[in-house]
């Protein structure tokens, strides 16, 4: 168990509506990490937050957007979706924005029908 | 950008024999961490080890080691004496130094399948 909690653990949804991924990082840790893994492209860096501001932006389409809050959890929007957002999604948290140990959560699973 | 290449995309080892995965990487950075991680079929990525690339000296984990060569890009993963449990993707990946500036984010290969058989 790396510490790290995301719900839902799987998630199943239509397109064009929008969900809401939640990560609990490791006690301690202040940065907080969101990765995209589909079989086309990967494992994708999506955007990074430390201590409650973005610290990092990736490959992050402009209908997802996230948040990390004063307790430290984190949020990850997903909005007007597309099947092609179907994909595992992975919180990752470190203990500062340096990132050289990150420890991943067990994934949402999101499919889009 | 940094890239990083995994050629192998399937390999097989018996159990208790050595298996070596392979990865390169491209980046003009001379600091920077190299990272394997390992995702069994729960999905959890794991990491199995981690080198610095100041340092000369290969990283080991147990059964896990690295062989590093900065010159040529190159940082595979030897897994000796193979366990049914090993069985995984395993991605190599990149970060750039902190020192350098740049975001912190990890940059995946596509990954290695590796069986292990009895």
């Known amino acids: 168990d790396s510490g790290v909690t995301q719900t839902p653990k799987h998630l199943i949804t239509a397109t064009g509506q929008r969900v809401t991924l939640r990560c609990s990082p490791r006690?301690?840790?202040?940065?907080v990490y969101w990765y995209q893994q589909s079989l086309d492209q990967g494992l994708q860096f999506l955007i990074q937050?430390?201590?409650?501001?973005?610290?990092a932006k990736g490959n992050i389409l402009e209908r997802f957007s996230a948040q990390q809050f004063p307790d430290l959890h984190s949020e990850l929007n997903l909005s007007s979706l597309e099947l092609g957002d179907s994909a595992l999604y992975f919180c990752?948290?470190?203990?500062?924005?340096?990132?050289?140990?990150?420890?991943f959560g067990q994934g949402t699973r999101l499919t889009v029908v | 950008a940094q890239t990083v290449t995994q050629s192998q995309p399937e390999m097989s080892v018996q159990e208790a024999e050595t298996v070596t995965l392979s990865c390169t990487y491209d980046?003009?950075?001379?600091?920077?961490?190299l990272f394997w991680y390992k995702q069994p079929p729960s999905r959890q990525m794991i990491l199995v080890i981690r080198?610095?690339?100041?340092?000369?000296q290969n990283a080991t984990e147990n059964r896990f080691s690295v062989n590093f060569q900065k010159a040529a890009k190159s940082f595979s993963l030897k897994i000796s004496d193979s366990q049914l449990g090993d069985a995984a993707m395993y991605f190599c990946?990149?970060?750039?130094?902190?020192?350098?500036?740049?975001?912190?984010?990890?940059?995946f290969g596509t990954g290695t399948r590796l069986q292990v058989t009895l």
């Open positions: 990752a948290s470190s203990l500062d924005y340096r990132g050289t140990e990150a420890f």
């Open positions: 006690s301690g840790d202040l940065s």
């Open positions: 937050y430390y201590n409650g501001e973005e610290r």
């Open positions: 980046t003009s950075e001379s600091d920077y961490y």
């Open positions: 080198q610095e690339a100041y340092k000369q």
């Open positions: 990946a990149y970060s750039p130094h902190p020192n350098t500036g740049t975001a912190s984010k990890l940059t």
